[in-house]
């Protein structure tokens, strides 16, 4: 498996773990001039919520990938934060900012999977 994909099951698993939901992995490598190669965008029902899956997301990558992202962007709000792991970007959202921006639409050319909820 390699890093990219492996980084991703960590970061599913983070999400998971807190309960995230809606967890669509957007694989961009085969368009051109990409920022990274794919997205993982996610939801959380409150700010408290979507904080806190960032942190599961920060250590499962740490833990199961020896990997720390280069930035994370948002948590002030912790309406829509962004999560920097260079290939791989990671998007936790409130449900209403996830729609209002609607990453998945924008970048329609990418291959997405959706990753079923666990409960």
């Known amino acids: 498996m390699n890093e990219a994909k492996k980084l991703i099951q960590q970061i599913t698993e983070g999400i998971q773990d807190k309960k995230g939901k809606k967890i669509v992995i957007a694989d961009l490598t085969k368009i051109d001039d990409t920022i990274c190669n794919y997205f993982v965008i996610c939801q959380g029902n409150s700010p408290s919520q979507v904080t806190a899956i960032v942190e599961s997301v920060k250590d499962f990558s740490r833990k199961g990938a020896d990997s720390k992202p280069s930035a994370i962007d948002g948590l002030r709000n912790a309406e829509w934060v962004a999560m920097d792991y260079s290939d791989v970007l990671v998007h936790v ?5 996830r729609e209002f921006y609607n ?3 924008l970048w329609a050319d990418a291959k997405l999977t959706q990753i079923p909820d666990l409960d």
């Open 93 to 97: 959202f409130l449900p209403e900012t």
């Open 103 to 105: 990453l998945e639409h």
